[in-house]
């Protein structure tokens, strides 16, 4: 009888729907199923990709990347709640490169919609579309969609499997199913019997799958409590492996150097004091670099110090002010988008004060713990990958295709990932990592990105410039113009996983502005791209985590101008809007005490984004200390819709918010002769224990949808503390890291 774990290193390959002896359930409605990549040995079967029965246990699949956000434990908890198992009693594995993986949020959450105040038409425009996920093989961890995801399909799996198996004890005891009961993972026969799932499979294989309602809320027993992680044995002991921690019989281990002008060539290179050193056994000529294959990663790094590298010149400006020159000329050209248009932003009423305000943020790194890196073996008609990835689908197809292989012929292995925050969405790191082992066949490879190249080759948070117009009149706001200007994230991830151009709107660029659920009579957004050169890509909460930065700053401004307290402001617009909006700012005023009247020495901000279907208020305080200024507290409402599991909830707002004050105060990246200038956490800090707020979080649920929790509690962060400082110090940002301008405690 093959282990679990012999199919999780044969990575499930693609199979039947069922063997005799076992059984998997799951259901999703599709307009035509995708195939089941799970292939079971004999007494193992599956007639689903995200539950799997057999004679010795129960196995869970969770296809969302786990990158410390707590997705494998809620994904299996939403199946485990309705088969009446606890997760203490199954295994949880993470899913293969596959189709039937889809992420069927993703494309609803495209729509150019304002998302609070979405139509009943347009949850079912989404709910029509959704199925594009699976021919696009969206199989992606990203955009805070994981649980909106799963929210329905994994219920109802979770429920067929339960109703199939009391069909099947049903059929072998002569009784009907609606006298069963299930608990503990067990079907409960009319005299009290317990019959285990695990004996029940094999003639549930044979049952057809029963279609089943899920519980109402108040029949919950695992969602909606928090819940112990399934991970945290493993990674409080040091027995979790990431990407960096794969090993492999015979494996090699290697290092890159990239053209550190991102996207330039290498004219030649000269490897013979690296081929010299003693350990060394290949150099692998990248075209824009080099590898190379050593005993070990440390030497592998050391070789490269020792090549003498001739490198071509970068396609882009050579430093940041000409980058940016090329992204305020984008405000010369029509705009890609105006998804807000309200009144008529150009035609003020007489008598009111107009503001104009000009802010630009800097590109940044996404500075994940675990550096890029990607274990490959490449054998002929066949690669497989062991990486942490967010878009394993995506790496199959691209990594295949560097080794002049089908998708289909690549195998991914995915493991926890040491941080993605979107970078992990890339493939790049496996594209090398494959085109390492095409020069070594047959022999494991494993690829690390030292810190300096994983911080100089990444796909950035765009740069960002937006120009602000509002006025005020009697103490409210009547008119706000807003236009952004910064590269698109969406264009270039199209760009270089399809080779297409995309057209049309770009919503993700002007997120976080246009979508905010404040009441203003003349509201307009306009969002033009910019096109230095520079690669970009999705970095947490992506424009919202820029477009929040302005909204929010200006409306301060503009509070300020009106005469009114900066979150009576707010809140009188938000409850015009749209209430679970107002609902967060009200329990954020409650939470902090907030009086709109500070002492002398502290200063308080208030900041509100919607995003990814949430709505997140936070106050920041911060205060005079001897040494220069400390953020002393933090306050965070949030509102979800349902709170799954409240404590990975609280975990994920933190999180967020310190992501977020990190860039705030310290992060950017700059470019000198067409390099960038930071190499590494000396040159892009992150907050530090001293500088960390104490933290209370609250958790509200009055809004109809489910919305995300990984990305909300970033985009309010910045602008929350900015207007703290302007609040102790009287001095307005308008551009980040706040270090440049504040003397903040480092």
């Known amino acids: 009888m093959a282990s679990v774990g012999k199919i999780a290193r044969r990575t499930f390959l ?81 899913g293969p490169a596959a189709a039937a993986y889809y992420n069927s949020a993703l494309i609803g959450e495209s729509l150019p919609d304002r998302g609070y105040d979405r139509s009943g038409f347009g949850d079912l425009l989404g709910d029509i579309l959704s199925p594009l996920g699976k021919t696009l093989g969206l199989q992606v961890t990203g955009g805070s969609t994981s649980m909106r995801d799963g929210f329905e399909r994994m219920r109802a799996a979770g429920a067929s499997a339960r109703e199939t198996l009391k069909q099947a ?40 799958p029963i279609d089943a309602l899920v519980r109402d809320r108040s029949e919950w027993r695992l969602l909606g409590r928090s819940m112990p992680r399934i991970d945290m044995v ?40 690296a081929e010299a050193m003693e350990g060394v056994e290949k150099v692998v000529d990248l075209g824009n670099g080099v590898a190379v294959v050593a005993t070990n990663t440390w030497l592998a790094m050391q070789a490269l110090d020792a090549m003498r590298i001739d490198w071509e010149e970068a396609p882009y400006p050579p430093d940041t002010e000409a980058i940016f020159a090329r992204i305020e000329a984008a405000f010369d050209e029509a705009p890609n988008s105006t998804l807000r248009d309200d009144g008529d932003a150009g035609a003020l009423p007489e008598g009111a004060e107009v503001l104009e305000a000009e802010y630009r943020l800097p590109y940044l790194a996404h500075a994940t713990m675990e550096p890029m890196n990607a274990t490959a073996r490449f054998t002929p008609g066949k690669l497989e990958i062991w990486a942490g990835t967010q878009a394993p689908t995506f790496l199959a197809m691209k990594a295949g295709e560097a080794v002049g292989l089908d998708a289909d012929d690549v195998v991914v292995n995915t493991t926890y990932l040491g941080g993605g925050f979107g970078r992990r969405v890339e493939f790049d790191f496996g594209v090398l990592a494959a085109r390492v082992a095409r020069a070594m066949p047959g022999v494991p490879v494993q690829v690390t ?36 200007a910064a590269q698109s994230p969406t264009r270039g991830i199209v760009q270089r996983v399809l080779g297409l151009s995309a057209f049309g709107p770009d919503k993700a660029h002007v997120e976080g502005l246009f979508n905010q659920p404040y009441a203003i009579p003349a509201f307009r957004v306009r969002g033009h791209l910019a096109d230095p050169g520079v690669p970009v890509g999705f970095w947490r909460s992506v424009a919202s985590s820029f477009n929040g930065f302005f909204m929010e700053s200006f409306i301060d401004e503009m509070a300020h101008a009106a005469g009114r307290d900066p979150l009576e402001f707010r809140l009188e617009m938000a409850r015009a809007e749209w209430e679970p909006a107002a609902r967060v ?51 965070i409402a949030v509102d979800p819709g349902v709170a799954l599991d409240p404590g990975n909830i609280r975990a994920q707002m933190v999180s967020g918010m310190v992501y977020g004050l990190s860039a705030a105060c310290f992060g ?27 933290v209370d979080v609250r958790i509200l649920e009055n809004q109809p949808d489910l919305g995300g929790v990984g990305e909300p509690g970033t985009p309010p962060a910045a602008p929350a503390l900015a207007n703290a400082l302007f609040d102790l110090t009287g001095k307005r940002a308008r551009s980040l890291p706040l270090i440049h301008d504040f003397d903040l405690l480092s």
């Open 169 to 208: 004890a049903a059929v072998k005891y002569g009784v009907k199913r609606e006298q069963l009961e299930t608990a503990r993972g067990r079907v409960i026969l009319p005299d009290g019997t317990e019959l285990p799932y695990t004996e029940l499979a094999e003639i549930a294989a044979t049952v057809q």
């Open 449 to 484: 990105w030292s810190r300096e190249e994983d911080m100089t080759h990444d796909m950035y948070r765009p740069g960002a410039i937006a120009r602000m117009r509002g006025a005020v009149k009697d103490g409210r706001a009547v008119a706000l113009d807003g236009q952004v």
């Open 14 to 94: 693609i199979g039947s729907a069922a063997i005799l002896g076992g059984v998997a359930f799951g259901a999703y409605a599709v307009y035509r199923p995708a195939p089941n990549p799970l292939k079971p040995a004999p007494g193992e079967a599956v007639f689903n990709p995200f539950v799997m029965i057999s004679r010795d246990r129960i196995t869970l699949i969770a296809p969302r990347a786990e990158m410390g956000q707590g997705v494998r434990t809620t994904w299996a908890a939403l199946i485990a709640e309705e088969l009446d198992v606890d997760l203490d009693e199954v295994t949880v594995l993470h």
């Open 234 to 273: 493993e990674k409080v002991t040091g027995a979790a492996r990431y990407g960096i921690d794969v090993r492999l019989e015979g494996m090699k281990f290697a290092a890159v150097r990239i053209n550190p002008r991102l996207g330039g060539g290498m004219r030649g290179f000269d490897a013979s004091a």
């Open 585 to 635: 700012l009200e329990a954020v005023a409650e939470m902090s005490g907030w009086s709109g009247r500070t002492p002398a020495g502290v200063g308080r901000g208030v900041a509100m984004t919607y995003s990814f279907g949430t709505p997140v208020a936070e106050v920041i305080e911060v205060v005079q200390a001897p040494g220069g200024i400390r953020i002393d507290r933090a306050w």
């Open 668 to 694: 950017e990246i700059t470019f000198a002769d067409g390099a960038v200038e930071q190499r590494n956490f000396p040159d892009y800090d992150a907050l530090r224990m001293h500088n960390m707020p104490r």
